[in-house]
């Protein structure tokens, strides 16, 4: 495996990692940022191809209020 | 055909969660009701005729007048008023045949509402070695509807309610107006269909003389949890052994197979040095529940409420604190969510404030990590495991602090609460090993989730920071004093350098912030990445800590860890169930103001000592 593939892998597993966390310590935040990213893409006049990516990115409408979505998972009550 | 819709409902303790055991197995999904935290557990089952019969089992009510969410819940979907929620087809009302007498008030209340139903008598081999008979024709001519007989923690316990479904559905009962005197009715239908011995309840009031006593309750108690704390050390220690031994294992063997670099770091230092730390802690996790469901399944746990009912009283609570706090041992979460049945005001918030110091689960590794690295494995008086003392001693300061805490709260709000106790002590029985496996399989489960959810991501995202930047050309010593984790760790340090934590610890305490465990994982990788060895990197965080810091720095952090609210999510709970941003702030500033303290003292007060 050659350092950059290396690199790459790691980046890679950063990411999700970070993207995962957003998701569970600020779902709102992460709800509104994924949502701005989605919106941009599929702006008219945009490839196929990103206009596509933004409709998979598109988030759910919706979001939680409560306490769930903070990364506890203890009380079994996020599912 | 589609899935017969059935609900299970009843008074709590009538065995009603052991029957949607027995009928289920293993096909549950627990999930919560729509806007308020109560659970919501269905299941899945296939009668021996083949019908397909989807179960729900309702939270145990003693009304249909209901005192508490979980009340109105079970109350909306036996009257199908529930949005979202499908309207049973079927009510099976189940009754601990042992208590007829309180039990058979809400069946009779439940009838009222005219719906297909049948009871299911349940406890009915205790029932009939207690010498009390049920006659169960006449019961059911009475009642005009079908009564089936089961005993939930028995095999085939459940058969005459599976050939029953098996049947048409029963007619529903006639609906009647809320008039009548129930207690009468119920007075009425034990007389004619119920023969009690002179005394039913015999071994339970042998048991209870004792278990109840004004001291000897007390003192059995407290046996009781330290006999639990010895035993979460000593017997768990060959099975942590073995585990932590296969970690490294095969974290060695993964790491060897990749080349130098990022990859081999993230994963050998990262992954195993950090999560397999974690994940070491499962047989000490999973034996504290294994004796937290047994008294819990054997009903001891009313009767301990019940005994700290004047403990608890002369700090300002109550015992309807006690199932709350109790809650909190396996996460303050839930214990917050449990004060809802706590209906004074004050009592309620001085109880959710106090939750955070009992001792979590999630705190077990830390606290197993350092008593293993700093305390002899010693025995004292010839019988005694030093570490389990020490555990014992931990867990006892959370609760003493809850009740002090309790006790300065209550004096300042100067208001006067609920006084009083009222507990339905349910009969002895021995634990269903069924249910107690299902229950360690759920404990299980929540903490793989973990492991493999936050407290993975945070370990990624914290070997990344304790990694990067790189350290420039011709840099001596570790690569992570140049990394951003250690540059935020060394910032750190003077503001906590007067309780001994050193920068390696004041970074694990960032992570710990999302997950308690997390600062384990997180001590094990900023330590791997200032070793130059794997296979020493992956196995031996406690040598590593015990050859660093002092004896005084260990006792501050186990300290800290007994006070400090590491846990946003419980900050987020306090905030969303007293609808205030003041008391989230007010518990997170009073705790962080104990832990710092208490630290403060302790490591002031065992460095002048020497240690």
Known sequence: MTPALQLGVVAALVGISALSLLQRLAPRASWQVQARISYWLERSGRPAWLQRIGGWLRPSLAVTTSACGTGCSACKACK | ?611
């Open chain 2, 1 to 611: 055909m589609s899935a017969l819709n059935i609900a299970l409902v009843g008074n709590p303790n009538c065995g009603k969660t052991a029957l949607f055991n027995r009928l289920t197995g293993s096909r549950q999904k627990v999930a919560n009701y729509a806007g308020v935290t109560v659970e919501r557990k269905e299941g899945l089952f296939r009668t021996p005729g083949g019908r397909s019969v989807r179960v729900l089992d309702l939270p145990g009510a003693y009304s249909l007048e209901a005192a508490s969410p979980d009340e109105a819940i079970t109350r909306d979907v036996c009257r199908g008023t529930l949005p979202g929620e499908a309207v049973p087809d079927l009510l099976v009302c189940v009754a601990d045949a042992t208590n007829l007498r309180l039990h058979l008030r809400f069946v009779l209340e439940l009838r009222r509402l005219g719906r297909p139903m049948v009871l299911a008598l349940n406890l009915m081999d205790v029932a009939r070695r207690r010498g009390i008979r049920i006659d169960v024709d006449r019961l059911q001519a009475r009642l005009g509807l079908p009564v089936v007989e089961t005993v939930a923690v028995k095999r085939d316990g459940a058969a005459a309610l599976l050939a029953r479904l098996d049947d048409a559905l029963p007619a529903a009962a006639e609906a009647v107006a809320d008039d009548g005197d129930l207690h009468a009715q119920v007075a009425a239908l034990m007389a004619e269909c119920v023969a009690l011995p002179a005394s039913s309840g015999g071994l339970d009031d042998r048991l209870d003389r004792w278990l109840l006593h004004p001291v000897w309750g007390l003192v059995i108690l407290a046996a009781v949890m330290f006999l639990m704390f010895q035993a979460v050390f000593s017997w768990a220690a060959p099975l942590q052994d073995a585990l932590a031994g296969w970690i490294s294992v095969l974290g060695e063997a993964v790491a060897g197979a990749l080349p130098d670099g990022p990859l081999r770091s993230l994963v050998a230092d990262g992954l195993f040095a950090g999560l397999g730390t974690v994940m070491e802690f499962l047989p000490q996790i999973l034996l504290l529940f294994v004796f937290i469901l047994t008294l819990e399944e054997s009903g001891y746990l009313p009767r301990a409420a019940f005994l700290l009912d004047r403990p608890m009283r002369a700090a300002g609570l109550t015992g309807r604190s006690f199932i709350p706090l109790l809650s909190s041992f396996a996460c303050a979460i839930p214990g917050i969510m449990a004060t809802r049945s706590i209906q004074d005001p004050r009592d309620r918030l001085a109880t959710i404030l106090v939750a955070p110091l009992m001792t979590c689960s999630a705190r077990l590794p830390v606290y197993t990590l350092l008593i293993s690295a700093f305390i002899p494995r010693e025995t004292v008086a010839g019988v005694f495991n030093l570490q389990g003392l020490v555990m014992f001693a931990l867990y006892f300061a959370g609760v003493a602090s809850a009740l002090a805490a309790a006790w300065v709260i209550q004096r300042l709000r100067r208001g006067e609460g609920e006084h009083v106790l009222l507990l339905e002590l349910p009969s002895y029985r021995l634990p269903n090993l069924l249910d107690l496996g299902i229950g360690l399989w759920e404990r299980a489960r929540v903490f793989l989730r973990r492991v493999t959810g936050i407290i993975l991501s945070l370990t990624v995202l914290l070997w990344f920071l304790s990694s990067y930047p790189a350290p420039p050309e011709g840099a001596v010593g570790p690569a992570i004093d140049y990394s951003l984790a250690g540059r935020i760790g060394r910032w750190m340090e003077p503001l906590f350098a007067p309780i001994g934590f050193n920068w390696q610890i004041c970074i694990a305490l960032i992570p710990g912030l999302a997950a308690r465990e997390v600062a384990v994982a997180a001590l094990a990788t900023v330590y791997a990445l200032s070793t130059a060895n794997d296979a020493e990197a992956i196995s031996a965080l406690s040598p590593l800590i015990a050859a660093d810091w002092s004896l005084a720095t260990a006792l501050s952090l186990l300290v800290w860890y007994v006070y400090a609210p590491q846990c946003l999510s419980t900050i987020a709970v306090i905030k969303r169930e007293t609808n205030s941003w003041k008391q989230a702030g007010i518990a997170t500033v009073y705790l962080f103001a104990l832990a710092y303290l208490a630290s403060l003292v302790t490591f002031q007060l065992a460095r002048a000592l020497g240690a």
